[in-house]
């Protein structure tokens, strides 16, 4: 079984994520957050601030994998906090996923890539819950949007 925290503001979207992890028996899922959301009965919940590095610390230990949602206005202060954490607790893989569409803050993720990689740890950095989804090999879930008698648009046009 692999264990996997993910740390970092839970919205919406992350909920979804964490909804789809939940239903993996291939997977032991915790969530390190400052935010208060409903958890699935199945995911261990830390509710603590993600820049608390000695709380971070000790979240990681024992973990396969760590996912960090980081918003790019933190990156580059979050990255000195996970560095520290992901060093004391024997460097698990880190995904760390960008959870906004900012662009123009260039410095802030070259930083933050500098941080890691001085450190010595071994990172992924992406864009968005997509890219972590792809990555962690979840299938987006289907959602209904026509009814059974309903075609879609796209149905139309297939021969």
Request: aromatic residues 2%; hydrophobic residues 45%.
């Amino acid at each position: 079984m692999k264990r996997l925290l993910l740390a970092g503001a839970i919205d919406s979207a992350s909920q979804l994520l964490i909804q789809q992890l939940s239903h993996n028996p291939e997977l032991d899922l915790t969530v390190y957050t400052s935010s208060a959301v409903t958890l699935p009965a199945t995911v261990t919940a830390l509710t603590e601030e993600v820049l608390d590095e000695g709380g971070l610390s000790a979240a990681m230990l024992d973990q396969d994998l760590v996912v960090a949602l980081v918003p790019t206005i933190h990156l580059a202060q979050t990255a000195v906090t996970l560095a520290t954490a992901v060093r004391a607790a024997g460097n698990p893989q880190l995904i760390i996923g960008k959870t906004d569409d900012i662009d123009d803050l260039p410095l802030a993720e070259r930083q933050a890539r500098q941080t890691l990689l001085a450190a010595g740890v071994a990172f992924d950095l992406v864009e968005g819950l997509g890219s972590v989804d792809s990555l962690l090999g979840v299938a987006p879930t289907e959602t209904q949007v026509f009814g059974p008698d309903e075609v879609g648009p796209l149905e139309r046009f297939a021969g």
